[in-house]
């Protein structure tokens, strides 16, 4: 995933320094948005990361701040729930649990 944002931004940067992003304006944008798509991809850490107790139990999971849009997502959540940004829970997750 890493390297096809490489790749990508190298082509980009190519193309702006070359002054071609205003002959190739569509290719230029499809870049930006496949680019923008991909970045979404790449899991981001999960700032501000708090239990809350869920309503009318004695259970506590953990709750954190989308390091995106900074929208609260709930621990069990791989995506943010409303910018899609890939979540990373690794460093506040205590139980090892396998998950893609
Ligand atoms: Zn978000």
């Known amino acids: ?14 193309m702006g320094n070359a002054r071609r992003d205003i002959h190739n304006e569509y290719l230029f944008e499809a870049l930006q948005a496949a680019n923008e798509a991909l970045q979404k991809q790449i899991a981001q850490e999960v700032q501000n990361v708090y239990p809350t107790k869920v309503k009318e139990t004695a259970i506590y999971k953990l709750t954190g701040d989308c390091p995106i ?8 959540q791989r995506y943010c729930w409303s910018c899609g940004q890939r979540l990373d829970w690794s460093k506040n997750r205590p139980i090892e649990k396998k998950w893609r």
């Open 69 to 76: 849009c900074s929208a609260p997502v709930p621990v069990e």
């Open 1 to 14: 995933m890493r390297g096809a944002v490489t790749n990508i931004n190298t082509i980009k940067n190519f």
